[in-house]
């Protein structure tokens, strides 16, 4: 008889693979929701019993992005075959463009400090885990717990003092402040993850770089570097997350210039009624860059999440 | 290729000692190899001539300049890791090239010196190959080709054959043999396997605790080891040692032990005390004639000799012989030991007594 303990038959396979696909899509039904509200018009979007099958608008988008007024009789007269696109969709509710709304501004404070502070908080994690890595450190396992240790407080339990500190150092709701906070916040990760992954790598491969003929920055860059990447490449991940959906000290400590999306997208709910898809559309459009990064980097987070678990 | 001359050189890793005031010379295309148990100092030896660790005081010379403080990039030598340290995200061509892109040659002449190289050590048509899936045979060619690509001063070898099955150690170790005749180069090669040292070097040196025991050609190492450490970590099985209290005055060519005469080379040293005669395995012989008697306590076949544990009244020990010779467990033989090779050591000081035998190894070692 040929039966086997370990391979699945074919219908095991299948009844596997409908749980898994059944199971992915529960969980994601709420960003389905959010996804396919964004595309609804108003009123579909407070339907009841809600609708599934609807039709598309843009709508939702060209609110988010833009702020509108009431037509003035006069405008309304006017022929609008001219007019792009967002504009008649706009006037055929009675309104009119007048500017770009907050939320493209806010979008981009996000991009900004969520990347900004990922690059610095990689570099600097970067050079101070090669060197816990590489070199004789004093008191090396205690300064690495120390470092860990400020990421063991809940960052909100420090809102209040950090915020006292940003305004004597004018840093309040400025883009410097915030890529500063989030690099803070993130750096005890990213030096910990990357000391980890830096251990993993055979000294060998430096010294056989330093022997070739290579000075030890050339060494670290060209031979640890590339071996490295794959961890790096996570850590960058975990810190975008971490700055791309940060709320609290957001909230805190930044109020214009510098607020990033996720204190903003709420505010846009009272905004002259409640307009639901404009608020879906915005959460979709801030969903998009961290998934982009992510899919890109998805090979080496894949490898980086399973590093070091089986001996090479 | 160059000379290299270790000066008392030291090196301590915050309160041990991982070597202690070495002194030897390695003459130009020497084959050398540093010979000695794990944690005895080859390795942190080798690494500082390599510049791969600083010495704690201490010269080192290559090619008559003093290189001790230099980095390692400076140096102008290759080094061979156990764990061959290949670039795992550069193909084996890349790999082999590496050395030369960073001396800036021109891309034509990289080209052809891997060639050659590839050519010499048989791996040319792996050249475009990822060093990942490679052989633990080729890997070893590919981590040589990368150290004789550049034409260095020294070849440094940290174990390269430890990481190698059985089979294929005993190919490599012809193969370096021949690549180091072919091209004449000094090299320095870190073993803890004496047969692997004997096998291989033009000269060893033995090392132990930090401290160079002995060193010389390996036959006269073998031969005419200068302590017990060295004569009882060369050789398999290695030297046996009969102790016994007594005394040897200069110039005597005997020793008196339980009761029978021992020849030995004429002594020119004399001791008293707790001594021990040194006596290799192929040295011991039957005879009937001989007072001095043994009982059989275990036989190990081993094809054409084999190996027989006897214990005498000063001690277990190991005789080497024919197979051929009839030998059964409880016999109880005559021993008779080959008087020209015996070492008389002094068992306290654990150094050999100088003799008209060992004296021209002892003095130039």
Same mark, same amino acid.
Request: hydrophobic content about 45%.
């Given at each position: 008889?040929?039966?086997?303990?370990?391979?699945?038959?074919?219908?095991?396979?299948?009844?596997?693979?409908?749980?898994?696909?059944?199971?992915?899509?529960?969980?994601?039904?709420?960003?389905?929701?959010?996804?396919?509200?964004?595309?609804?018009?108003?009123?579909?979007?407070?339907?009841?019993?809600?609708?599934?099958?609807?039709?598309?608008?843009?709508?939702?988008?060209?609110?988010?992005?833009?702020?509108?007024?009431?037509?003035?009789?006069?405008?309304?007269?006017?022929?609008?075959?001219?007019?792009?696109?967002?504009?008649?969709?706009?006037?055929?509710?009675?309104?009119?463009?007048?500017?770009?709304?907050?939320?493209?501004?806010?979008? $981009?404070?996000?991009?900004?400090?969520?990347? %900004?502070?990922?690059?610095?908080?990689?570099?600097? %994690?970067?050079?101070?885990?090669?060197?816990?890595?590489?070199?004789?450190?004093?008191?090396?396992?205690?300064?690495?717990?120390?470092?860990?240790?400020?990421?063991?407080?809940?960052?909100?339990?420090?809102?209040?003092?950090?915020?006292?500190?940003?305004?004597?150092?004018?840093?309040?709701?400025?883009?410097?402040?915030?890529?500063?906070?989030?690099?803070?916040?993130?750096?005890?990760?990213?030096?910990?993850?990357?000391? %980890? $992954?830096?251990?993993?790598?055979?000294?060998?491969?430096?010294?056989?770089?330093?022997?070739?003929?290579?000075?030890?920055?050339?060494?670290?860059?060209?031979?640890?570097?590339?071996?490295?990447?794959?961890?790096?490449?996570?850590?960058?991940?975990?810190?975008?997350?971490?700055?791309?959906?940060?709320?609290?000290?957001?909230?805190?400590?930044?109020?214009?210039?510098?607020?990033?999306?996720?204190?903003?997208?709420?505010?846009?709910? %009272?905004?002259?009624?409640?307009?639901?898809?404009?608020?879906?559309?915005?959460?979709?459009?801030?969903?998009?860059?961290?998934?982009?990064?992510?899919?890109?980097?998805?090979?080496?987070?894949?490898?980086?999440?399973?590093?070091?678990?089986?001996?090479? | 290729?160059?000379?290299?001359?270790?000066?008392?050189?030291?090196?301590?890793?915050?309160?041990?000692?991982?070597?202690?005031?070495?002194?030897?010379?390695?003459?130009?295309?020497?084959?050398?190899?540093?010979?000695?148990?794990?944690?005895?100092?080859?390795?942190?030896?080798?690494?500082?001539?390599?510049? +791969?660790?600083?010495?704690?005081?201490?010269?080192?010379?290559?090619?008559?300049?003093?290189?001790?403080?230099?980095?390692?990039?400076?140096?102008?030598?290759?080094?061979?890791?156990?764990?061959?340290? +290949?670039?795992?995200?550069?193909?084996?061509?890349?790999?082999?090239?590496?050395?030369?892109?960073?001396?800036?040659?021109?891309?034509?002449?990289?080209?052809?010196?891997?060639?050659?190289?590839?050519?010499?050590?048989?791996?040319?048509?792996?050249?475009?190959?990822?060093?990942?899936?490679?052989?633990?045979?080729?890997?070893?060619?590919?981590?040589?080709?990368?150290?004789?690509?550049?034409?260095?001063?020294?070849?440094?070898?940290?174990?390269?054959?430890?990481?190698?099955?059985?089979?294929?150690?005993?190919?490599?170790?012809?193969?370096?043999?021949?690549?180091?005749?072919?091209?004449?180069?000094?090299?320095?090669?870190?073993?803890?396997?004496?047969?692997?040292?004997?096998?291989?070097?033009?000269?060893?040196?033995?090392?132990?605790?930090?401290?160079?025991?002995?060193?010389?050609?390996?036959?006269?190492?073998?031969?005419?080891?200068?302590?017990?450490?060295?004569?009882?970590?060369?050789?398999?099985?290695?030297?046996?040692?009969?102790?016994?209290?007594?005394?040897?005055?200069?110039?005597?060519?005997?020793?008196?032990?339980?009761?029978?005469?021992?020849?030995?080379?004429?002594?020119?040293?004399?001791?008293?005390?707790? +001594?021990?005669?040194?006596?290799?395995?192929?040295?011991?012989?039957?005879?009937?004639?001989?007072?001095?008697?043994?009982?059989?306590?275990?036989?190990?076949?081993?094809?054409?000799?084999?190996?027989?544990?006897?214990?005498?009244?000063?001690?277990?020990?190991?005789?080497?012989?024919?197979?051929?010779?009839?030998?059964?467990?409880?016999?109880?033989?005559?021993?008779?030991?080959?008087?020209?090779?015996?070492?008389?050591?002094?068992?306290?000081?654990?150094?050999?007594?100088?003799?008209?035998?060992?004296?021209?190894?002892?003095?130039?070692?």
């Amino acid at each position: 008889m040929s039966f086997s303990v370990t391979e699945p038959s074919p219908r095991q396979k299948w009844i596997a693979g409908i749980l898994v696909v059944g199971y992915a899509l529960i969980t994601m039904l709420p960003l389905l929701w959010i996804v396919a509200t964004g595309f609804k018009s108003s009123a579909d979007s407070i339907a009841y019993p809600p609708k599934i099958l609807f039709e598309p608008t843009v709508e939702g988008y060209v609110n988010v992005f833009t702020t509108q007024t009431r037509l003035s009789n006069e405008m309304a007269q006017e022929p609008r075959e001219n007019l792009p696109w967002y504009e008649q969709l706009v006037r055929e509710k009675g309104n009119t463009i007048v500017g770009q709304s907050r939320y493209t501004e806010r979008f $981009f404070n996000s991009v900004i400090i969520g990347f %900004g502070s990922t690059f610095f908080a990689i570099v600097l %994690g970067t050079a101070a885990a090669y060197a816990f890595s590489r070199f004789k450190v004093p008191l090396k396992d205690d300064l690495l717990f120390f470092i860990l240790s400020t990421r063991m407080m809940p960052p909100i339990a420090v809102a209040i003092p950090i915020f006292l500190m940003f305004r004597n150092l004018g840093l309040n709701d400025t883009h410097a402040g915030m890529i500063l906070l989030y690099t803070a916040i993130n750096l005890s990760l990213a030096v910990w993850l990357i000391n %980890g $992954f830096i251990d993993e790598i055979p000294i060998e491969y430096e010294e056989a770089a330093l022997i070739d003929g290579y000075t030890r920055f050339q060494a670290f860059y060209k031979v640890v570097l590339p071996q490295a990447a794959t961890g790096i490449a996570s850590t960058a991940i975990f810190c975008l997350i971490f700055a791309w959906n940060e709320y609290a000290l957001a909230v805190l400590l930044t109020s214009g210039t510098a607020q990033t999306a996720p204190p903003f997208i709420p505010t846009i709910i %009272g905004v002259g009624g409640q307009d639901w898809p404009a608020v879906a559309a915005g959460a979709t459009i801030f969903l998009v860059p961290v998934m982009v990064f992510t899919i890109l980097l998805r090979k080496h987070l894949l490898r980086g999440i399973t590093f070091g678990a089986v001996r090479k | 290729m160059a000379q290299i001359m270790i000066r008392n050189v030291r090196k301590d890793f915050g309160s041990f000692t991982a070597v202690k005031s070495s002194t030897f010379t390695i003459e130009d295309g020497e084959f050398f190899m540093l010979l000695g148990p794990s944690g005895c100092g080859k390795t942190t030896t080798l690494r500082m001539m390599a510049g +791969l660790e600083l010495p704690t005081s201490g010269e080192i010379y290559i090619d008559g300049e003093e290189v001790g403080m230099k980095p390692a990039s400076q140096r102008d030598i290759a080094f061979v890791f156990q764990m061959f340290a +290949l670039y795992p995200h550069m193909n084996v061509g890349k790999n082999i090239s590496y050395p030369l892109v960073s001396q800036g040659m021109p891309r034509a002449q990289v080209r052809k010196k891997v060639a050659e190289v590839a050519e010499i050590l048989g791996i040319a048509d792996i050249l475009n190959r990822p060093v990942g899936g490679l052989s633990g045979g080729d890997r070893q060619r590919v981590a040589l080709g990368r150290a004789i690509v550049r034409d260095p001063k020294a070849f440094f070898m940290d174990e390269p054959l430890g990481a190698l099955d059985a089979e294929f150690r005993e190919r490599m170790s012809e193969e370096l043999r021949a690549l180091h005749d072919r091209m004449n180069a000094t090299t320095v090669y870190v073993t803890h396997d004496q047969l692997e040292a004997m096998q291989m070097g033009d000269k060893i040196v033995v090392m132990n605790h930090g401290v160079v025991e002995q060193f010389g050609r390996p036959q006269e190492i073998y031969d005419w080891p200068s302590t017990m450490f060295v004569a009882g970590f060369l050789g398999s099985p290695a030297m046996n040692f009969l102790e016994f209290d007594g005394q040897l005055s200069m110039n005597r060519n005997s020793v008196h032990m339980n009761g029978t005469d021992f020849q030995i080379p004429t002594s020119l040293e004399g001791a008293r005390g707790r +001594l021990a005669l040194g006596v290799r395995p192929e040295h011991v012989r039957f005879s009937d004639s001989s007072g001095y008697k043994g009982e059989v306590l275990a036989t190990e076949y081993l094809g054409t000799t084999q190996i027989v544990t006897i214990a005498t009244p000063n001690g277990s020990i190991k005789s080497r012989m024919s197979a051929a010779q009839p030998v059964s467990v409880g016999d109880m033989p005559g021993l008779e030991f080959d008087s020209r090779t015996i070492s008389i050591f002094n068992v306290e000081t654990g150094r050999a007594l100088l003799s008209q035998a060992n004296q021209e190894v002892l003095r130039h070692g």
